[in-house]
C-alpha cells in the first residue's frame, strides 16, 4: 500500500532538489490550476533529472523560484542571456507575461502524467507535437481560453440534453446501474475532496482568489457540527452532493434542519444517486436527533418534485419564507417551493 506524505513546500523544494541531483526521479501530486486542461490538480507528475538532451521549447519543466518554491510550467522559448542558457516559462492557463529563468534553476523535466490511473508519457510523438503548439499558442491563451470554455459550456448543455433523452428509456439505467453503480460509493466529505467537490457545483469556472471554493474547504476541514457535505464518488471524482445543515432557532425563515446544493453530475443520473443521497441526509439528521428535514425545490422541476415525492417530503408553508419566494418569483419567473419530511431520530 502506497503512503501519502504532505510536505511543507520548503521540504519539498530540498528533498526533491536531493533526489534529482542524486539522478533519481520523482512522483508527486499536482496542486493549482496554471496548467489544466494538461496538467489537473491531483494528477500524479513524474519529473525525470535533466540528462544529456537540454531542454527543448514545449517541454515542461520543474524549476525553482527565487524564494525555493517549486513550479511546473512550459518552456515557451529558449534563448541567451548574457552568453547564459535562458527560458521564457509559463503555465499553460496563465494569462500574464511569461517568467524568464536561468537554466540552472531547472531541476528536472515533467516525463509522465498520471490520471485516474492511466499515464501520458511526455516523450511520445503525439506530444511532443501537442507541446510545441502550446508553447506556440500560449501569447493567445488570454482569449482562447474564454472561447473554449463557451464551447464547452455549450457542448455540456447539448450533451446533457440528449443524454436526458437517453436516461429515461429503463433499458438504459439497467445497463447503467451494472456498468457503474457498483463503483459508485457514499461518504461525508473530507478535506480532500474540496476542489471535485467545486468542480461538480461550477464545472467551467478555475478557482482563484476569490472563488468559492475556500468555503468547500473551510467546511471540510473544520466543519460544524451541525454542516455536513454528503457526497456520491467514483474514484477520486466526486459525482453528486448535497449539503445539510442546521439553523438555530430565531434564524428565521431558516430554522432546524435544511437540504441544499442538490446535484448529480447530468451525466450520472437516472442510477439513484439522489436518492441515495437523500436517505444518507435523513440518516445523519437522524443521528444528530432531528424531528424534521426540509429543502426548496423549484415548482416546474418535475424530475427533482418526483423524487421527494416518492422520498415523503410533503408541501409545506412557512409565512415569511413564502413572501420571500414569491418575490424571488416575479424577479426570475421560477417558483420554489418548500418540502418536508419527518423523520425518526436515532
Given at each position: 500500500m502506497r503512503k501519502v506524505i504532505a510536505l511543507k513546500e520548503s521540504d519539498f523544494f530540498e528533498l526533491s532538489r536531493d533526489f534529482l541531483n542524486k539522478d533519481v526521479s520523482i512522483r508527486f501530486q499536482a496542486k493549482g490550476w496554471s496548467m489544466r486542461p494538461y496538467i489537473q490538480d491531483g494528477d500524479i507528475v513524474t519529473v525525470s533529472p535533466l540528462d544529456d538532451t537540454s531542454v527543448k521549447r514545449g517541454d515542461v519543466v520543474f524549476y525553482s523560484t527565487v524564494e525555493n518554491k517549486v513550479i511546473v510550467h512550459r518552456v515557451i522559448k529558449k534563448y541567451k542571456r548574457d552568453s547564459e542558457t535562458a527560458f521564457l516559462i509559463k503555465g499553460d492557463a496563465t494569462f500574464g507575461s511569461p517568467e524568464s529563468i536561468n537554466v540552472q534553476n531547472v531541476l528536472g523535466k515533467v516525463m509522465e502524467i498520471e490520471r485516474n490511473g492511466r499515464k501520458r508519457r511526455l516523450d511520445s510523438g503525439l506530444y511532443q507535437?501537442?507541446?510545441?503548439?502550446?508553447?506556440?499558442?500560449?501569447?493567445?491563451?488570454?482569449?482562447?481560453?474564454?472561447?473554449?470554455?463557451?464551447?464547452?459550456?455549450?457542448?455540456?448543455?447539448?450533451?446533457?440534453?440528449l443524454l436526458e433523452e437517453l436516461q429515461s428509456p429503463?433499458?438504459?439505467?439497467?445497463?447503467?446501474?451494472?456498468?457503474?453503480?457498483?463503483?459508485?460509493?457514499?461518504?461525508?466529505?473530507?478535506?480532500?475532496?474540496?476542489?471535485?467537490?467545486?468542480?461538480?457545483?461550477?464545472?467551467?469556472?478555475?478557482?482563484?482568489?476569490?472563488?468559492?471554493?475556500?468555503?468547500?474547504?473551510?467546511?471540510l476541514v473544520s466543519p460544524a457540527q451541525s454542516d455536513y457535505w454528503i457526497i456520491a464518488k467514483r474514484e477520486n471524482k466526486v459525482l453528486g452532493g448535497a449539503n445539510l445543515s442546521e439553523f438555530p432557532e430565531g434564524d428565521d425563515p431558516y430554522t432546524g434542519w435544511w437540504i441544499s446544493g442538490m446535484k448529480v453530475d447530468w451525466r450520472y443520473r437516472g442510477l439513484g444517486i439522489g436518492k441515495i443521497l437523500l436517505k444518507m441526509a435523513e440518516e445523519v439528521a437522524a443521528r444528530e436527533k432531528a424531528s424534521e428535514i426540509k429543502l426548496l425545490v423549484f415548482k416546474d422541476a418535475r424530475p427533482a418534485n418526483n423524487l421527494y415525492r416518492k422520498m415523503g417530503f410533503r408541501p409545506v408553508s412557512i409565512p415569511e419564507l413564502d413572501k420571500q419566494l414569491e418575490e424571488e418569483a416575479k424577479k426570475t419567473l421560477r417558483r420554489r417551493i418548500i418540502l418536508a419530511k419527518d423523520i425518526k431520530s436515532e
Open positions: 507535437m501537442l507541446n510545441l503548439f502550446l508553447a506556440a499558442t500560449s501569447s493567445f491563451n488570454h482569449w482562447i481560453y474564454p472561447i473554449g470554455s463557451q464551447v464547452k459550456k455549450i457542448g455540456r448543455k447539448i450533451l446533457g440534453g429503463k433499458l438504459y439505467r439497467v445497463l447503467a446501474k451494472k456498468v457503474v453503480k457498483k463503483n459508485i460509493h457514499y461518504q461525508i466529505a473530507s478535506p480532500e475532496d474540496a476542489v471535485s467537490l467545486y468542480r461538480l457545483y461550477n464545472p467551467d469556472k478555475l478557482p482563484g482568489i476569490e472563488s468559492r471554493i475556500h468555503v468547500f474547504v473551510e467546511q
